[in-house]
């Protein structure tokens, strides 16, 4: 029946949108599948189907019978063969029926309305799901208990004589209900507003007495204030009369001073005078004792000569070997044994080459000392303190044991709450600045506690250290030379 709907066998008028009937007659062609059941359902009307077909709706569909008109079709709809449905709804046949009213509620509503065999289908599965209801309508009369919403959306359907004026009267009741259930909520509104002014009025006067109980405190702090005022008034005229006094004193003190100064000149020239005086006996004493020189000079070459003779005769008794210290090795030179830090890969290695850092740690009795903190943040500084701590050290730990150095590194610990509970690594010493002491001022001080000689390397890209430690004879290099040494299997 649906397909002989859809394709008319000769020029015909689609069924109109408001629920008005034909102008024409549909004209079924020999051989279509017709429905019995839909015939006996169009003869069964008689007068009153068409009298229902002929009423129309004054305004859309109310929203509350749309929805059940829509749920009534997404129910019946699994229950249709697929060639009997409009095309339009063939792709939700296989969904559940709430996705159907979920998601076709638009395809249903629009094939209820446009065509006129799919609805009687549906309303041929309402009457076999509820043929009372349906039963009282086409009767014309309408069952008092039912729900106002389920008369309306059945008399849609089945288009009984008067269901224009049921889903009307369905809507009306619709619109009072919200406007009722809009009222009672006003009416809620209103009493919550009522008792959050009432609420609000008691808050502003107990605000209002706290208000009046501070002003009274303001009054009697101001007037304390006053006293205060005075009292420091009559602070100030003792301290300008004290100033006044001072005053006087410091002239009489720059009097005084004037005339001790003048004292002091005159002490001065005798003093000049005294010295001018030795000055001219010490001349006449060196004068005195060129005249003796040559006598002394003469004793003086005879002891050199005895002590001359004495030392090469001692020198042949004890068979002495000839001294073999030379002028070359009293010149201030590197020896390759006892190499500084400083002297270690001036040119040829960057100051980033890991190569650098293996060349320093491989100096005998070398001191590696780090500063902690500027080198965990200079390499992964997005860490948590304590994690940073973790990698440092267990890096340092690794390379004590490789290279044999001695290790010491440095953390600032001035903004520490409480003490760092911690395992020191093998080979690595810890330490941590005391109270108002930065990490910077510790490693200067371990700088400075080592003995002059030995070399010592100090890990910081803080210049301000690199400088000090520098002055104290230590060799600083950049932390990232560390963080490439540690990164290096």
């Known amino acids: 029946m649906v397909d002989a709907a859809k394709e008319p066998a000769g020029p015909q008028r689609q ?41 129309r709706l004054d305004r859309p569909l109310p929203e509350g019978v749309r929805r059940r008109v829509v749920g009534l079709a997404a129910d019946a709809l ?66 008092g208990a039912a729900d106002p919403m389920d008369v309306a959306a059945a008399a849609y359907l089945v288009r009984s004589a008067g269901w224009s004026r049921l889903v009307a ?39 209002l007495d706290r208000q009046r109980a501070e002003s009274e405190d303001v009054r009697k702090e101001a007037d304390s204030l006053r006293k205060k005022v005075r009292s420091l008034e009559s602070d100030t005229r003792r301290a300008q009369a004290e100033t006044r006094r001072v005053a006087a004193e410091l002239e009489a003190l720059k009097a005084q001073t004037a005339a001790e100064r003048g004292t002091g000149e ?26 003796g020189r040559s006598v002394e000079d003469m004793r003086l070459r005879l002891l050199l000569d005895t002590v001359l003779q004495s030392a090469q005769g001692l020198q042949r008794e ?3 070997p000839v001294s073999q210290i030379r002028p070359a090795d009293l010149v201030e030179a590197v020896v390759p044994s006892s190499a500084s830090p400083h002297d270690v890969a001036r040119r040829g290695l960057a100051e ?37 701590r973790i990698r440092l050290l267990g890096g340092l730990a690794m390379l004590a044991q490789r290279t044999q150095a001695e290790v010491t590194c440095v953390f600032d610990g001035q903004d520490l709450d409480v003490p760092v509970i911690m395992a020191p ?3 690595v010493r810890v330490r941590f600045s005391r109270t108002g002491e930065t990490a910077d001022e510790l490693i200067r001080r371990l700088v400075r506690a080592e003995p002059q000689g030995r070399p010592v390397v100090v890990v910081s890209t803080d210049r301000e250290v690199a400088e000090g430690v520098r002055k104290a004879g230590a060799r600083p290099v950049a932390s990232v030379l560390l963080l490439n040494r540690l990164a290096r299997p």
Do not use: M
């Open 352 to 388: 980033d080459d890991p190569a650098l850092l293996d060349q320093l740690l491989a100096i005998p009795q070398v001191h590696l000392v780090v500063d902690g903190y500027n080198v965990t943040k200079t390499g992964y500084p997005a860490l948590p303190l304590e994690q940073q």
């Open 78 to 143: 699994g229950g249709l063969p697929a060639a009997e449905l409009p095309q339009s709804l063939r792709q939700y046949a296989k969904f559940t029926p709430a996705r159907r009213a979920k998601y076709a509620a638009t395809a249903l509503a629009a094939a209820l309305e446009s065509e006129p065999a799919f609805r009687v289908r549906i309303a041929e599965r309402l009457r076999l799901g509820q043929p009372d209801l349906v039963k009282a309508l086409e009767s014309g009369s309408v069952p």
């Open 318 to 320: 004890l068979a002495l």
């Open 169 to 207: 009267e369905a809507g009306e009741q619709a619109e009072r209900a919200g406007a009722e259930g809009a009222a009672a909520e006003a009416g809620r509104l209103v009493e919550k507003l009522q008792a959050e002014l009432a609420e609000v009025r008691a808050a502003a006067r107990v605000d």
């Open 425 to 427: 690594p093998r080979g």
């Open 15 to 55: 069924p109109a949108v408001d629920g008005r009937a034909p102008d024409a007659v549909e004209a079924v062609p020999p051989g279509a599948d017709a429905s019995a059941e839909a015939a006996a359902a169009d003869e069964s009307g008689g007068d009153e189907s068409a009298a229902g077909r002929s009423e």
């Open 266 to 291: 005159s002490e001065a020239r005798r003093l000049r005078h005294r010295i001018s005086e030795l000055e001219t006996a010490a001349e006449q004493g060196r004068r005195s004792a060129r005249e």
